[in-house]
């Protein structure tokens, strides 16, 4: 089984350590998580990250941080995979986050759209910064969840009409946890689904994984020094897998019921007309076989991931659910 290659694009503005997360996030799940694991499509790419984050885990001083982007897209892609076996692939695009705040008729802001509007799933990436005490008016601007809101509403509810049936993936990210671990955890996740209140709304179609992430627990007190040991970073694309996972799995699920009601139809049949749709008995039946063992491969695999995703808040509807197969 492979499923098809997706895009996932992460909204954040500039300085919501999109990069530093896509560097750690890469770091870890190259050594992987349970078996999962991440590579590179191009041994190049793979060089250029992993020396990045050399960089990143053993400069000390500002100078370890990756530079903000510039103008230009990068894109990468991966295979993620369980005991080397390619289980999905997906592309990631790193960009200039001040791109959310520009006009749309920057070059980069026309391609940032494009690329959303092509994604299968979209990580959202707030900063721990600015969630230190309850929101304020203020929260709104420094986060950008006012840009990013619109963002999913032109581009994503438009183009994609998620809806209870057909949901759509979104994974809250919250960045640089380590700043704000000091406050009640589910304080903050009420905060956050104030900032973004329509993907919470009830029968809207939207899964919702709010997730904190951090590059390193002492990084709060002496960023450019601490030692740099990532915690939860791999969680967001578990669930970008999981979620196509689900999707899969209940299209093959309709799949399965269409081809039980055809070939019972044809068994209750008269037993001439049986004879004579003899052949189309056989095959419909081999089908029928292949997609159940199909669905059983799916629901492993996903109780492999979902074991990994108890650890974060998941929404559907606007309701908590439990990661489940
Ligand atoms: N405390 C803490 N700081 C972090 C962490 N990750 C990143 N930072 C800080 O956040 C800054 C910005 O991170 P970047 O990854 O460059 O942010 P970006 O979203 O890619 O920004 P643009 O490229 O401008 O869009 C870094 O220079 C670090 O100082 C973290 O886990 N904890
Ligand atoms: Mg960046």
């Not at 919501?16 to 694991?37: D, E, H, N, P, R």
């Not at 581009?155 to 994974?171: E, G, H, L």
């Not at 492993?300 to 990661?323: C, D, H, I, P, W």
Request: net charge negative; with cysteine.
């Amino acid at each position: 089984m492979k499923l098809e290659e997706i895009k996932i694009t992460m909204l954040g503005t500039t300085g919501a350590g999109k990069t530093s997360y896509l560097l750690g996030m890469y770091a870890v799940m190259q050594t992987g998580i349970k078996g999962f694991t991440l590579a590179a499509k191009e041994m190049d790419l793979d060089l250029e990250l992993t020396q990045r984050w050399e960089k990143l885990i053993s400069l000390k001083g500002e100078d370890r941080w990756p530079t903000p982007n510039a103008a230009t897209m990068e894109y990468y892609g991966f295979d993620f995979s369980y005991g080397f076996r390619p289980l999905m692939g997906f592309e990631w695009l790193d960009y200039r986050g001040l791109a959310l705040s520009d006009r749309s008729t920057e070059q980069d802001v026309a391609d940032l759209v494009q690329y959303l509007t092509e994604s299968q799933c979209l990580f959202l990436g707030i900063s721990g910064e600015y969630l230190t005490s309850p929101i304020a008016p203020t929260t709104v601007r420094e986060i950008k969840s006012d840009r990013m809101n619109q963002f999913i509403q032109q581009y994503i509810s438009v183009n994609k009409n998620p809806n209870p049936k057909n949901p759509f993936p979104v994974a809250i990210v919250i960045t640089k946890y380590d700043l704000c671990h000091h406050r009640d955890k589910d304080e903050i996740i009420t905060d956050v689904k104030k900032l973004f209140q329509a993907l919470f709304t009830p029968n809207s179609g939207w899964l919702v994984m709010i997730c904190p992430v951090s590059l390193g627990k002492e990084l709060c007190n002496d960023p450019d020094n601490a030692n740099i040991i990532p915690v939860n970073v791999h969680l967001p694309v578990v669930f970008a897998v999981y979620s196509q996972l689900r999707a899969y799995g209940l299209k093959l699920k309709s799949q399965r019921d269409r081809q039980t009601l055809a070939l019972e139809t044809i068994k209750q049949s008269n037993p001439l007309l049986q004879l004579l749709k003899n052949s189309e008995l056989q095959a419909k039946s081999t089908q029928l076989q292949t997609c159940e063992a199909e669905i059983v491969t799916v629901e492993e695999n996903m109780k492999l991931l979902s074991g990994e995703l108890q650890q974060a808040s998941l929404y559907f509807n606007g309701s908590e659910v439990t990661a489940d197969v």
